[in-house]
């Protein structure tokens, strides 16, 4: 039984007058703490053909503040985004803001001697964005040479078309970075209306891990974070998506490449549900480890692919589960047969005894290097808090890991990647090859729909409702 | 194998303020160094070996890094992915990685399982089973990675063909440590075996032991569990210096969608107290949005999308690189010229106290990030062992951080970017066809 099951690692926790969700884990090994300010509402709330708003916006608290004056005894001046590059890292500290379908999360690590700087700055950020017309016209250019870019980024593109097929216009679908169209179609006051809903004080749930004691974290937030407007953040909550019937592939043709991206996925669980964690023992088996039954066929067995993994991405809605590798393009039909096939036997056969056995095993034992550091260690409860889902789904993974048997994970399988019948036919494949392999691909068996789209068309997937090539339940 | 004697303690050296590093020594050369450290129920263990790809003979480009993936298939006690499943079924995590100077492997498991650890790591030190068929499927998987990272990759062709321009392509640092295809081809399992022989034995190795572990206990179990294997018959070749720096540039036409630009200078050996400086000075022109590149050219001009630089921790003189990754429909005869002028206010002008003080204070979090987990601290001891000669080398590193003064960043300036470089232009498929088609049209 690990320290935080005998209830030996419970990190501080309050709430403040503000509705402030405060966390802390105190670990003073090293002169370092990790803030993390995580605001309810990410890129699901982008308006439909504004997608891109959530991460414009993040991108533009980046480019200057007015002045902040959390109090009448402290005073911060304005800032240009020079000035708060400077500062950051004259601290000593990293800043990044990430925006999710669900949260934005504003945070970084400073050295300890530098907190209290690095705190009012990112309050003042947040309380005192210049958020200016001028800025937002920049982070709009930089948006589209950064979307440019990624034409670059084979993984990426066929990812884009996954999601966009799996999902259609469902925000787990859309483009969280936005499309050309969706940028150029957002407006000064479309950022503005998210910040609006976005940043209160009420639901922020804040997070301090490292060489600091509840006390001085009290006093911090306190002092500066009480300066957040009140109320509570909007946040509507995301549907699960439909779910698509069929296999349906698309092929995202890229001219000259060696090797194929070859992406299987599925519509998959979401936080809290019965069957997420008989998922997570089952993927373990599938895609988890060197060990699992799709590293073995194709890159041990058959060496198709140096990288070969499954994933479950989870959020508070049916995110996606997806199976990836990148075989030769000489390689890729034999490959996808295979894939397909392992995953049919997947749903059909589900997992035996003795691999849940290995799984849990693994699991239980590389608990210990989920919770090593003191951010680690703080991460379930900021997410038990922004998730609002109980404390025990994310800071107690192993009781529920441990009631996992072959019945349940096998179970949880079918249902999750099973068709209407019970095979595995209810799946996505996006494929980024040459065009000239669209004959081959197309004439697997059991397609239900196969399109092909030029990689530069990919970076504009995800800002059009309609364009779902694909049947839904 | 014959029997041998137990370890022989070395000392103590401090790792920070409030670690030390136990220092033992078997008879057949092997160095254990143990870093006890209680913070939390897990070990990670390294294993370093003085083998990297400048071990190579030209033609066998890609052994090292080839033999470092046939490590984990089957010795003579485990059969084919046995090897794995322990590890995982501990709740472990294996991996290893090669490079020009050296190749590492590592096993991060909870503090219970560290006899399995040690058990497996001295099996496979000297009784890798190479089957043929196995050779020729993670042939196969090399060849898979090579296509990932270098050939469908703009920046890793990039990165490639930079470093066979700056040492040759038949130098060791000039070629890639994943190896060249048609080399990678040729591999059987017999030339494996003899790569093996050859490098693999336990006076080429330092291990590393960090976490929660007693290191009296720990040396004695590895005493046993190595003691017994022969030390190597071959010392280590020494390193051919390489031909002097030329300034040489070279495009190569890649289908992306837009120029990049990457500059190669010499750069100081790793162990050398100016390598410091080097960082200091990448950092200046690209660590981090405020640094000047970034900040002119990303940020201001909105030129790039991205710059970086770094000088790469060879043992011996490796590279600093410059790289400067344009926006789409923006020529890099625009940005030349302000790379240019950065570099030349570096050689001329003295960098501000204040500049240099932001540039050391992100230099420390780098640093203590690399320190803050117990697999963070193994992987600095081994690095510091191997490529400086010195465990707690990272601290050392820190304190030269912090002792150098704006006339340190000017010498060591001139010094690099006072010499010959090498430059590797990228240019899109796109407009090379363009350009092509207007000088046939002319």
Known sequence: MSREERGLSRPFRARTARGIDLHVETDATLPLVDVSLLLRGGAAQDPEGKEGVARLHARLLRRGTRRFSPSRARSLPAASADELDEAIESLGGTLSIDVTPSAVRVGGTVIRRNLEPFVALLASLLAAPALRRADLAYVKREADAQLAALADEDRWLASRALRHTLFGAHPYGRSMIGTRASIAAIRHADVLAHHEALVRSDGLVVGMAGDVSPDLAQALVARYLHALPRGPGEDRPIADAPRLRGLHVVLVDKPDRAQAQLLIGARGVRLGEPAFYPMVVANTVFGGTFSARLVKAVRSERGYSYTATSRLHADRARDAWIAYTHPSIDQLRDCLALELELVRDFVSGGVRAREVAFAKSYLEGSHAFERDTASKRLEPHLEASLFSIGERFFTRPLEHVRAVDAASASRAVRRVLGGRDGRADDLVVAVLAPRKLERSLASLPGITSFRTIPHLAALSLGSDARARGASLE | ?442
């Open chain 2, 1 to 442: 194998m014959k029997r041998s004697s137990g370890p022989r303690y070395e000392g103590r050296q401090p790792f920070g303020e409030r670690l030390s590093i136990e220092r033992f020594r078997l008879e057949n050369g092997l160095e254990l160094l143990v870093l006890p450290d209680p913070s939390a129920a897990i070990v990670s263990y390294h294993t370093w070996f003085r083998v990297g790809s400048r071990d190579e003979e030209a033609g066998e480009t890609g052994a090292a890094h080839l033999l470092e993936h046939l490590m984990f298939i089957a010795t003579e006690r485990y059969p084919e992915g046995e090897f794995d499943r322990l590890v995982e079924r501990a709740g472990g995590e294996s991996n290893a990685a090669t490079w020009a100077d050296w190749t590492y492997y590592y096993e991060n498991l909870p503090a219970s399982a560290l006899p399995l650890a040690i058990e497996l790591e001295s099996e496979r030190m000297h009784a890798l089973r190479l089957v043929r068929e196995r050779v020729a499927s993670e042939i196969e998987v090399v060849l898979s990675e090579r296509r990932d990272r270098v050939e469908d990759d703009v920046e890793g062709a990039a990165t490639e063909a930079l470093y066979a321009l700056a040492f040759g392509p038949r130098h060791p640092y000039g070629w890639p440590t994943i190896g060249w295809k048609r080399d990678i081809r040729r591999f059987d399992a017999a030339r494996c075996e003899r790569f093996y022989r050859r490098h693999y034995a336990p006076d080429r190795a330092s291990v590393v032991v960090a976490g929660d572990v007693d290191p009296k206990r720990v040396a004695a179990r590895v005493a046993r569990a190595y003691g017994a294997i022969p030390a190597s018959r071959t010392a280590r070749a020494p390193f051919r210096a390489p031909r002097a720096l030329r300034t040489i540039e070279r495009t190569l036409t890649l289908r992306t969608s837009a120029q990049r630009l990457g500059l190669g200078f010499r750069a100081p050996r790793f162990a050398d107290p100016d390598y410091a400086i080097a960082v200091i000075l990448s950092s200046v022109l690209t660590g981090g949005r405020s640094a000047r590149l970034h900040r002119e050219l990303v940020r201001d001009a909105e030129l790039a999308v991205d710059v970086r630089a770094s000088t790469t921790p060879f043992e011996h003189q490796g590279l600093f690189e410059l790289w400067v990754s344009a926006r789409e429909g923006v020529s890099m005869t625009r940005l030349r010229p302000r790379v240019e002028r950065a570099i030349r206010r570096l050689q001329r002008e003295l960098v501000p106290e204040a500049e240099l003080d932001k540039v050391k204070n992100r230099l420390e979090l780098g640093f203590l990030e690399g320190i803050e987990t117990i697999p963070g601290k193994a992987e600095q001891i081994g690095f510091g062992r191997l490529v400086a000669g010195d465990p707690a080398h990272a601290f050392e590193r820190l304190e030269a951080y912090r002792r150098a003064r704006p006339e340190d960043l000017r010498r060591v300036a001139r010094a690099i970017f006072g010499a010959a470089h090498v430059a590797i232009h990228v240019e899109p498929r796109a407009e090379a066809a363009t350009r092509l088609a207007a000088r046939s049209a002319t």
